[in-house]
């Protein structure tokens, strides 16, 4: 049982490049998040989808794109990558809304140089 | 002003020793409460979740003081294993109702 899994696991970019990070979840959950995390700052929420075919913005989702085209899939594009976006990045899954519990894939390592 | 506050911490303590967090949030209608904890370089991963009646899962204990809008946890005989960072969650009903999570406490238990 895989539970979310996401790919890459480490990436480097020089700024101005793209990238797409995948976030697939095998629990056939409705919900699906995008998260960074920067020391001192906690987890904040960039995206998130309450189902396919639907995306809404979280608190920082400046520079980043996101499509959730498939029920079981959550991707994130940065179009331009800048150095404020070196970060790690977590995908998380949930059956439904804030009263169920998110289940986190091992995250991303992204550094922007 | 940050909706959901903790003390980063270190907390150091000795196996054995009862260690308590504190987390208090700032909107009022907030209704899910969670701690998660996070090891080092890993995902959070869901602890206990928070009711208003407080609740206990063996050696955690997890309180709610709406009045005072704060969350504790409280470990008991702690573990070497019990070393990870604590992130109190809570529901953000300005924002989706979407969870925000708080910076963490960090824990180390020492032999």
């Known amino acids: 049982n895989a539970g979310v899994t996401q790919t890459p696991k480490f990436r480097v970019l020089k700024t101005g490049q793209s990238m797409t990070l995948l976030c697939a979840q095998d629990?056939?959950?409705?919900?699906m998040y995008w998260y960074r995390q920067d020391p001192g700052m906690g987890l904040r929420l960039i995206h998130y989808?309450?189902?396919?075919?639907?995306?809404a913005k979280g608190e920082v989702p400046d520079g980043y794109n996101v499509s959730r085209l498939k029920k079981q899939n959550f991707l994130l594009g940065l179009e331009s990558a800048a150095p404020s976006q070196t970060s790690v990045y977590f995908c998380?899954?949930?059956?439904?809304?804030?009263?169920?519990?998110?289940?986190f894939g091992p995250g991303t390592r992204l550094t922007v140089t | 002003r940050k909706e959901v506050e903790q003390d980063p911490g270190p907390f150091n303590v000795p196996e054995g020793a009862t260690v308590a967090f504190n987390c208090t949030y700032s909107?009022?209608?907030?209704?899910?409460f969670f701690w998660y904890r996070q090891d080092c370089r890993k995902e959070p991963k869901l602890l206990m979740s928070?009711?208003?009646s407080g609740n206990e899962d063996g050696r955690f204990t997890a309180q709610l003081n709406r009045a005072s809008q704060y969350i504790s946890l409280l470990i008991r005989d702690s573990k070497l294993s019990d070393s990870a960072t604590y992130l109190c969650?809570?529901?953000?009903?300005?924002?989706?109702?979407?969870?925000?999570f708080g910076g963490g406490t960090r824990l180390m238990v020492k032999p």
């Open positions: 909107n009022s209608a907030s209704q899910s």
């Open positions: 989808s309450v189902g396919e075919g639907t995306t």
């Open positions: 629990m056939n959950h409705e919900y």
């Open positions: 998380a899954s949930s059956l439904a809304g804030s009263g169920y519990e998110q289940y």
């Open positions: 928070v009711y208003s």
């Open positions: 969650v809570v529901n953000d009903v300005d924002a989706g109702n979407m969870l925000t």
